[in-house]
């Protein structure tokens, strides 16, 4: 049902996770999730309602129980995707559901066991086999970024200060709509450097959160790759495509507790779910179709994933249950959830020869540096031919011969270059005829030649290794990254394709003929008797009212959801309402009106921050050369200045120090009329400062500038 030709639906599938010991032992040996794997169906039981209530049933593109595997999840459902991201398209993956429902299990897995390995070491065994196997005329170019997003702030996972660094920001380009600048970025040459990358994130991640399984219950992991592919077009140019890959492991959907918290943990409280929350106005915004507005903007994580909802990128959604009864109304939240992102729908293309591609800043800087290296090398044939007058080079095309060859080359004419000056400095020192002078003249110059030359040599070395290190971080399709040199394991895996495939085909195929047979039952039905024609209406009214009754029971449970989140909501306000109470109790009975005033002022909102930012009493760079222009009155500074100053010029426009400014000035004017008229050591008492200057005058001693004046600290 796509609205146009190159829109197409997310994909979703739904994961049911084995019972656990816990949940067996609680006594809930029967799950309350029945999968119907033919038809990708859920039937979810409700163990609080009479037997007579109707199960509830929802069908998805996939569905996998207790006992699939992790291998089956991934040919059937991801890996079509992945191959979209090698041809060029965006793609996402992300695991929704409760804490503890396998999200994790579904992504990563357990890296070891080859059977339990989950959908981002796939991607990653996928991604570089696909290489390996191209044909040789593609380069390509793999980049991987890993971040997470907890309490609204974002943080890169890769970089080292992981913990002590700032929160990242989101910037938009036109080029490549919503991005996070500044995120690190590492090129990956194998599996082995990106699962590298993939384990040095996944420290991060640890180590900074005091309970891990609080921390991943709570944050969204993103881990980000980017597949550049060069490949000679009809055209005979290299045409680039670009793909992306999300792989989200979201937070767990469960409600957190909002209510009966204060102060910062209801700030904290707040910010938790606001981007689950949002995500989930995203997708009933968009399943919707009829609302205008989708509020993208309303999360740091519908941002980033803005494209994957509803914009270029294939998209596919693994939603996970788990069995047990206590959970029955997470389980049935999720199912709607997942119910209703079937309807979103993408407009994915291929990204074609983007102006941002890595790859062609890559091919031109390696350009660059074969053109210089060539250019030596041409420099030193020239020399060569120049003194023994026979050619140099090998037969063969200057660009396609080796760099290893080159740089033997290189280094054997350095080698005879060294040699020949050695001798021409024997010649020099043996030859009787050469006045002293003259011959440390020669010797010397001879010394300069040959220092020259081995500053040169070591110049082509630098050059030929940078060369190296830059053509080393391109893979070229068709050479062995992974020994793949098994044939029957090829076939295997062509076959387990092949497999996969079908299964998917057929189950679309049941499925549409399940909507079929209701939609012709009427068509078909002929009858021969009065009363033939009334049992079969009399079926025919059972069946449709039993649907009624599900629909009824399911306006029932909306409406009950419904009265809770607002309930919630409330309780939230109610909460911050009273927080704003008591903030505005102490402006009113603490804040004298005019500083008020003058604040509210200078306040500004910062939508892109999200915050409320200070406008600066005086542009930086005016306040500045102002600072620079007086006159310099003590050591190292301008004029005398107080600890208070300088942490003030240390902190920037901090308007905790603005009033230090003032005070200084004030400082600097006594100062200028006490030494005008020479008057002895004075005190001075100054609200608000850190007393600084305090020296004695010494007789005799010409009267310093700090000398003069003593600051004392006013206290209150
Ligand atoms: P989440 O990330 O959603 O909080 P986890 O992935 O950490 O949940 O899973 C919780 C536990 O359940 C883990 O011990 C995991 O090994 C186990 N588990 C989850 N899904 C499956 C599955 N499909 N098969 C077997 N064990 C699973
Ligand atoms: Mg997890």
Known sequence: MSKNKSSESVKVVVRCRPLNRKEESNGSAEGIVQMDLRLGQVVLRNPRAPPSEPLKTFTFDAVYDANSKQR??????????????LAGFNGTIFAYGQTGTGKTYTMQGAWLDPEKRGVIPNAFDHIFTHISRSQSDKQYLVRASYLEIYREEIRDLLDPNHGSAKALELRESPETGVYVRDLTSCVCKSVKEIEEVMNVGNQARAVGATDMNEHSSRSHALFLIT???????????????????????????????????????????????????????????????????????????????????????????????????????????????????????????????????????FQREIARLRAQLNHRKGRSKHKKEDMDGEGWERDGDEDTEGDDEVEKEAREYVKQEEQRLEREKEAIREDR??????????????????????????????????????????????????????EQQKMLEIKRQEIAEQTRKEREMQQQMLVQDEETLELRETFTSLQQEVEAKTKKLKKLYAKLQCIKAEIQDVNDEHVRSRQELEQTQNELTRELKFKYLIIENFIPPEEKNKIMNRLTFDPEEDQWKFQPLVPAERSFSQMKKRPASAVGYKRPIS???????????????????????????????????????????????????SESLAPGKPHSPLAIISITHFST
Not at 72 to 82: C, F, Q
Not at 440 to 469: C, H, I, S, V
């Open 72 to 85: 089956d999840l991934y040919d059937e459902s991801v890996r079509p995707l992945i191959d979209s991201v």
């Open 643 to 693: 600890q208070y100053a300088r942490v003030a010029i240390a902190m920037g426009p901090h308007s905790r120090y603005r009033v230090g400014g003032t005070m200084e000035m004030f400082h600097w004017i006594v100062h200028r009329r006490w030494s005008a008229t020479k008057v002895p050591q004075r005190t001075v008492h100054l609200p608000r400062t850190e007393p600084v200057v």
């Open 433 to 486: 005829f050469l006045l002293a002078e003259e011959k440390q003249r020669l010797l010397g110059e001879k010394e300069r030649m040959m220092g020259d030359l081995r500053k040169e040599q070591e110049a082509t070395e630098q050059l030929t290794a940078k060369y190296k290190a830059m053509e080393s971080k391109l893979l070229v399709g068709g050479k062995n990254i992974i020994d793949h040199t098994n």
């Open 227 to 361: 597949v550049e592919c060069s490949q000679p077009g009809p055209d005979g140019r290299k045409h680039i495509r670009v793909g992306r890959l999300n792989l989200v492991d979201l937070a767990g959907s469960e409600r957190q507790a909002k209510t009966g918290v204060r102060g910062e943990r209801l700030k904290e409280a707040a910010k938790i779910n606001l981007s689950l929350s949002a995500l989930g106005n995203v997708i009933s915004a968009l399943a919707d179709g009829r609302s205008g507005h989708v509020p993208y903007r309303d999360s740091k994580l519908t941002r980033l994933l803005q494209d994957s909802l509803g914009g270029n990128a294939r998209t596919v959604m693994v939603a996970t249950l788990g069995p047990a009864p206590q959970h029955y109304d997470e389980t049935l939240t999720t199912l709607r959830y997942a119910n209703r992102a079937k309807n979103i729908q993408n407009q994915p293309r291929v990204n074609e020869d983007p102006k941002d591609a890595l790859l062609r800043e």
